[in-house]
């Protein structure tokens, strides 16, 4: 499954060049990009497991960009 995802608060290229690299790490991520530009994040991981996955990456973004959120 992939889905895209708004974020709010992304402040730079640099921040979400990092964030992506990080959550390309974990583990049931299939593909993932985070866009500066557009402030967007898509994510790709098994149907099975999307809403853990989800999960973890939500704690990871919170983590190393505290102000940056997710919106479901």
Do not use: H
């Amino acid at each position: 499954m992939r889905k895209s995802f708004k974020l709010d608060e992304i402040d730079c290229a640099n921040c979400a060049q990092k964030l992506q690299e990080k959550i390309q790490t974990l583990p049931g991520v299939e593909d993932a990009s985070v866009n500066f530009m557009t402030q967007k994040l898509t994510l790709q991981a098994a149907d099975d497991d999307f809403e853990t996955v989800l999960d973890a990456v939500i704690k990871l973004t919170a983590d190393i960009e505290p102000d940056c959120e997710i919106i479901r």
